[in-house]
Nanobody, 120 residues
């Protein structure tokens, strides 16, 4: 069954770091832009925080995470990563990866999410 699975979430202190992973199985990530989204409040719409393109691995970030988060991809191993540094309490959210970067589009694949909590 084709799917995306996130991992790496957990509890971090303010100023700390976490690295999230997004693993694809059953399909190749090569042909997809991959977006990282987060939902900070249950019931609120997910917001795009980072995107990495399929064509040339170019990246984009939301202003809220620019300079602190770094997205990368490893097409050989069918993985995408989100390195999160200088974490803030407001980064607390459930983080999702998806096979696209347009929240208005119908994605082929969504992960189920991984929870990140930033607290002292």
């Amino acid at each position: 069954q084709a799917r995306l699975v996130e991992s790496g979430g957990g509890l971090a202190q303010p100023g700390g770091s976490l690295r999230l992973s997004c693993a694809a199985s059953g399909f190749s990530m090569d042909y997809y832009d991959i977006g990282w989204f987060r939902r900070q409040v249950p019931g609120k719409e997910r917001e795009l925080i980072s995107c990495i393109s399929a064509r040339d691995s170019s990246t984009n970030y939301a202003d809220s995470v620019k300079g602190r988060f770094t997205v990368s991809r490893d097409n050989i191993n069918n993985m995408v990563y989100l390195q999160m540094n200088s974490l803030k309490p407001e980064d607390t959210a459930t983080y999702y990866c998806a096979s696209g970067c347009n929240i208005r589009a119908i994605m082929d694949y969504w992960g189920k999410g991984t929870l990140v909590t930033v607290s002292s």
